[in-house]
């Protein structure tokens, strides 16, 4: 099931303004930090590997893999 974008834009936010790129442990450790929910985590998940340059990118594959709903 697809979390709300918002749900998820603080993390992603937060991680990005830190070091300047988005990674899956560092969205996800902020996630658990603010004990987030299960689907919440399991949407940050699915950035896996990779490592995006920006928020808007994170979003645009979040949402394309289905993980995330605008």
Do not use: C
């Amino acid at each position: 099931m697809a979390v709300a974008w918002a749900e998820i834009a603080p993390f992603v936010q937060e991680a990005f303004d830190r070091v300047g790129r988005v990674e899956r442990a560092d969205v996800v450790d902020l996630a658990y930090d603010q004990n987030a929910n299960d689907d919440v985590v399991d949407a940050l998940d699915m950035i896996g590997s990779r490592v995006f340059p920006t928020v808007e990118a994170t979003r645009d594959f979040l949402v394309g893999q289905k993980a995330v709903s605008e």
